[in-house]
């Protein structure tokens, strides 16, 4: 059991408010792990008016200090970088082969591209008789998510402490224990008392004091659309900027002269990742009808090579989903689409066979696959948010695209085609923050985001930067 008892505030580990705490259960067996601290609005003042009396002297310290803090940060992170995805894939869930890769090298990448980036990003402009300058906007609550958290906490904070901001983080209680460590290794490197501070707690008891709180100029959070739309409320009461990176509901269009097998094979690979619980994953399989048949074999072939178990073996594939609740969601949404009408290709709501011995109390759902699954279904259009794909027809590019863009959601998707005009001509009129082109690279320099309910904002590279500034226009008298 890891027992984590104090929040970390002001440069200093401190007792909560409250004696209540949050049991850290193991996705692949349902046990207890670990306890945090349940914190109070007490504690979130105390951390806020820490980071409040920080800003100041941050914000003005040189850029090349801050960055040389976020470059030692890199380097422990890097020497910590087993502990930290071993750590991650006992909370989460993910494979751990896939951990080391995802949960925690590819996290330290922010932080690189926001050292290499800041010193070139023009902080100043001549316009007229005026000097438009950027300045840091503040004091910055960043709320993140469980399913990769420690990418989130890095690409939030990385990005406000190299902008001179100051930060209050609020990792999720389904997954807080790599945020905790990370605090560790901040005290370790000796950042100023106050730059960055960690409250732990629900939303309610946490969460909604943070984002409601007078003193903190930004929130930037990672999560449910739903949980989105009432930060967006709160914070709207104070005049707050957000930045919300929300769900998605990602359409992998598959034009009819792609190579299919390929398209399959990695359409496949980006749903199933992390068991499911991705926000960007093609969790739509748009097929040309002439290819519906081959699609799906090929997909249930796919589905079929996943070794379900312990997250900690190196041969497991596909871990469990984070929780109970989250396993009963997963498992609804399952149900939903049998009853309306959407045919099951592979899998379904029961739990697994041939699960390792003590694991069958663990929170796994098989590969799922469904077809014929029409727009109206709420298979097409509710985020699922675990290891389920569903194949829609098309008969027309039109057609294609239509589909696509008939969701609330807009964060990600993919197009494929031999024909890359084709293909781009297609991705152009998709309604989404990103989209691969013939399965191409996550590329964390370019901004990441989404449109419509998928989020408001943008994080990595420059555009990241550039939500945790404030315009300032200096007006000088025409002589």
Not at 127 to 143: F, K, L, M, Q, T
Not at 184 to 212: K, R
Not at 371 to 397: H, K, N, R, W
Request: include cysteine.
């Amino acid at each position: 059991m890891i027992i984590r008892d104090a929040h970390y505030i002001d440069g200093t580990w401190c007792p909560s408010d409250s004696p209540a705490t949050l049991d850290v259960r193991g996705a692949a067996t349902g046990e207890a792990v670990g306890s945090v601290p349940d914190g109070t609005a007490r504690d979130v003042s105390a951390a806020v008016a820490a980071a409040r009396r920080a800003f100041p002297n941050w914000s003005g310290r040189p850029m090349a200090e801050r960055l040389d803090l976020l470059s030692r940060l890199e380097e422990a992170l890097a020497e910590r970088a087993e502990e930290f995805a071993a750590l991650i894939t006992t909370e989460v869930g993910t494979p751990l082969r896939v951990s080391r890769m995802l949960q925690a090298d590819a996290p330290r990448a922010a932080l690189t591209n926001y050292r290499q980036l800041l010193p070139h990003l023009p902080l100043e402009e001549k316009i007229g008789a005026s000097v438009v300058v950027r300045e840091p906007i503040g004091v910055v609550a960043c709320v993140t998510a469980w399913n990769f958290p420690l990418q989130q906490v890095l690409g939030k904070m990385g990005a406000a402490l190299a902008t001179g901001c100051t930060t209050v983080v609020k990792p999720s209680e389904i997954a807080p224990l790599s945020a905790f460590l990370l605090a560790d290794i901040v005290h370790g490197l000796g950042f100023p008392a106050g730059v960055f501070n960690l409250v732990s707690g629900t939303g309610a008891s946490v969460g909604e004091p943070l984002v409601e709180h007078p003193d903190v100029d930004m929130v930037h959070f990672t999560g449910s659309t739903g949980t989105g739309r009432r930060i967006g409320e709160a914070a709207a009461r104070t005049v707050k900027r957000v930045a919300l990176e929300l769900g998605g509901k990602s359409a992998n269009v598959i034009l009819d002269d792609a190579d299919l097998p390929q398209a399959v094979k990695v359409g496949v690979a980006n749903c199933f990742t992390n068991t499911g619980q991705t926000c960007t994953a093609w969790t739509r399989m748009l097929v040309h009808r002439s290819q519906l048949d081959q699609a799906e074999e090929l997909v249930r072939t796919r589905a079929a090579r996943y070794r379900l178990g312990d997250p900690l073996d190196p041969d497991t594939t596909m871990g469990p989903l984070v929780s109970a609740a989250q396993q009963d969601t997963v498992r609804g949404h399952i149900r939903r689409a049998l009853e309306q009408g959407a045919r099951l290709v592979c899998g379904g709501p029961e739990q697994p066979d041939g699960l390792p011995d003590g694991f069958s109390d663990g929170f796994f759902v098989a590969p799922t696959v469904f077809s014929d699954v029409t727009v109206d279904m709420a298979l097409a259009q509710d985020e699922v948010f675990g290891p389920v794909l569903a194949i829609l027809p098309y008969d027309t590019d039109d057609e294609a695209v239509e589909i696509a863009n008939s969701t609330i959601y807009g964060l990600a998707g993919g197009v494929w085609s031999r024909d890359l005009e084709r293909a781009e001509r297609v991705a152009r009129r998709l309604r989404t923050g990103q989209v691969d082109i013939n399965g191409s690279y996550f590329n964390a320099l370019a901004p990441f985001g989404g449109v419509k309910q998928s989020g408001i904002g943008r994080e990595l590279g420059v555009h990241g930067l550039l939500e945790f500034y404030e315009f300032k226009s200096l007006q000088f008298a025409q002589t």
